[in-house]
């Protein structure tokens, strides 16, 4: 069924008639339709699957024909948004649209949970002059997750409804259409997916388990917890954009096909390239260094960013979003580190100015501490953190490089100290550094790179690269890796390249870690991990 | 008048085997029982029991004592960093860590190479004053690192407060260079808080 041709009539004059008239045969046929509904109303409903013929204007008091944009309604009917139904919408008819969350028949009376994306109303369908007893049963029969139309009246409420956002007012429905049905039987109920995990043990109510929710990702998605989760994480991105924006960055794009392995052979993905190989891309590294000796200076790049790494951990996914940086400095690297920890704090300070509802929301779900840090963000050298550790009781060596517990252990030992959940790692030693990595001029057994962690996990790890292709060249021999294999690499050196530093942090891993949470897959829309490769 | 006459079912004198593998104990139902079985069903008690159960007694009060002593050493090893008061300094004699410079010297002489930081929380509403002429002793004596921070729960923080411990030290990149750390965290907070590792 294409555009209606009726509506292409130039004149307005001849559109309202054609409009009117249209209104008019609507309201007869709808006043029609009623009455036969009434008699027919059971057989309908009983159907699960119900597509009504394209050209049938008659409408029930149920289904809407099939919604492939047929008619343009937009004129004369304004749907109004959940989320703004307030006491001023009182004694106010108007049209919603939502889904149906829940729905409850008492007698006479119909309760319906009305839901959009995290927020939700009553709306009451009660027998009376505008609503047919059969209408009701109509209402209390429609699946869970059908996407309705309600024509309602704003009503304020005396005593708060709780258990929805809008907690002050409530609909009083007089029409109700389907605009699209859900199957009954749903793989995974709603509140159950919300559930905080303690408290379904305790009473002995389900959770859903994360293998079910990343099973059926569409309905797990649309719980209240899982919109405010990625709409935070849209709001990392955001900031990390803006900020660097402001500070002069220029986004690039890189490729990920590539045709050598960057950061070592082990953990890439082959993909057939015509009669040859080549391999996604597992960090920008190489290209960002490139644009820093092409005279970009100062630059970022937002793209996917893929490792082999057969872990089954909480945090590794074998996709994921890098949020890389890399930067030319005058005359020292803390300059970039300066930069970098300037742009997570502006990322953390609008994230807890402007988000705070969607904090409460995964909060209520997966409580945990808020989110601290300090402004200028801390900075420890590597060896006081051996000390501090060494202090807990922990025996490393000098260049040992830090495992995961003692990565924690750290963080603990950090936030008792200084009560923050954000600080850099500054001087690691050299010898557990990639070969890129610019050696501290002042002691050969540690370099210029550093990490920074949230909540005692890695976020970033970054160096000041090495610049010089002749050095590049030895450090690489020494690391025993094939000159071959990165002669595009150290030629890129070759003609003029100022001195640079930079670093890469995961989307996903960010969140998780500032919302508290303790799976990176809960932060990931459709994570991809060595067992898992769908939705 | 004379009863019914049953025959006996068993004669009374049956010779009983005892088997030798079981042990024996003494005839409840026998007459003579001595006479401190008898004291024990008045209800007196026997001395030895007495001495049990004081013994008893003292082992659980042993007990609770070393439960108090081990709950107060985990508070500490699960602070270990003197968490001080600083409000309550400035009335007393110091208590503090410090004994005297001989042992900040040494303390500082330990962990060749790792900055020892001295971190101190204030509320920026009621700046400690006592604070800064402690950092510029400290800075006559040793090579202090100074540091300002702004903790996440605090909006915002007058500038002439950021920069109350000086300017940022030139060679303020390379921490390993300096004796000491001196770091102020302005947070929200009722308490100066120091802490040391």
Known sequence: CVVSSCFRASEEEQQAQSKKALKKQQKEAEKAAKKAEKQAKLVSVRQETQTLPMAHHCRME?????????????????????????????????????????????????????????????????VGDRASKQMVKFAANLTKESIIDVEAVVKK????????????????????????????????????????????????????????????????????????????????????????INKGFVEIQTPKII???????????????????????????????????????????VGPVF????SNTHRHLTEFVGLDIEMAFNYHYHEVIDSITDTMVQIFKGLRDRFQ????????????????????TLRLEYKEAVA???????????????????????????????????????????????????????????????????????????????????????????????????????????????????????????????????????????????????? | MPMYKVKPVSPGDIKIDLPTCMYKLPNTHAQGMNCGEHALQNG?????????????????????????????????????DADLDASTLSRGPTESVFRGTADLDSLLGKDLGALRDIVISANPAHPPLSLLVLHALLCQRYQVLSSVHVHSSVSAVPPPLLSCLGPRHIDSYARQRFQLGFTLIWKDGERVKREQH
């Open chain 1, 357 to 376: 509802t969607e904090i409460q929301t995964v909060n209520k779900q997966y409580p945990s501490e808020p989110f601290k840090f300090l402004e200028p």
């Open chain 1, 157 to 244: 409420v005396e005593q708060k409804i709780e258990s929805c956002s809008q907690q002050d007012v409530e609909l009083h429905v007089e029409r109700i259409f389907v605009i699209s049905q859900s199957e009954a039987r749903l793989p995974l109920q709603l509140e159950d997916a919300v559930r905080p995990e303690g408290e379904g043990d305790e009473e002995g109510r389900a959770t859903v388990n994360q293998d079910t929710r990343l099973d059926n990702r569409v309905i797990d998605l649309r719980t209240t917890t899982s919109q405010a989760i990625f709409r935070l994480q849209s709001g990392v991105c955001q900031l990390f954009r803006d900020t660097l």
């Open chain 1, 62 to 126: 149920g289904f809407l024909f099939f919604y492939n944009s047929c008619d343009y309604k937009s004129a004369d009917r304004a749907l109004v948004r959940v989320q703004d139904l307030t006491p001023e919408k009182a004694e106010q008819q108007i049209w919603v649209r939502a889904r149906i969350h829940t729905s409850r028949a008492k007698g006479k009376q119909c309760f319906l949970v009305l839901r959009h994306q995290q927020f939700t109303v009553q709306a009451l369908l009660a």
């Open chain 1, 259 to 301: 045709s050598a392995a960057s950061e070592g052979g082990a953990n890439v993905f082959t993909v057939s390239y015509f009669k040859t190989s080549a391999y996604l891309a597992q960090s920008p590294q190489l290209y960002k260094q490139m644009c820093i000796c092409a005279d970009f200076d100062k630059v970022f790049c």
């Open chain 1, 307 to 310: 490792r082999a790494e057969d």
């Open chain 2, 44 to 80: 007196e008690v026997d001395p030895a029991l007495k001495a049990l159960e004081e013994r008893q007694d003292e082992v659980l009060r042993r007990l609770y004592e070393l439960k108090a002593t081990v709950d107060g050493l985990a508070k500490t090893v699960t602070t270990p």
């Open chain 1, 388 to 535: 501090m550790l060494r202090a807990a009781g922990v025996e490393m060596g000098d260049e040992e490089d830090l495992s995961t517990p003692n990565e924690k252990l750290l963080g603990r030992l950090v936030k008792e100290k200084y009560d923050t959940d954000f600080f850099v790692l500054d001087k690691y030693p050299l010898a557990v550094r990639p070969f890129y990595t610019m050696p501290d001029p002042n002691n050969a057994k540690y370099s210029n790179s550093y990490d920074m962690f949230m909540r005692g996990e890695e976020i970033l790890s970054g160096a000041q690269r090495v610049h010089d292709a002749q050095l590049l060249t030895e450090r690489a021999m020494h690391h025993g890796i094939d000159l071959e294999k990165i002669k595009a690499y150290i030629d890129s050196f070759r003609y003029g390249a100022p001195p640079h530093a930079g670093g890469g942090i995961g989307l996903e891993r960010v969140t998780m870690l500032y919302l508290g949470l303790h799976n990176v897959r809960q932060t990931s829309m459709f994570p991809r991990d060595p067992k898992r490769l769908t939705p």
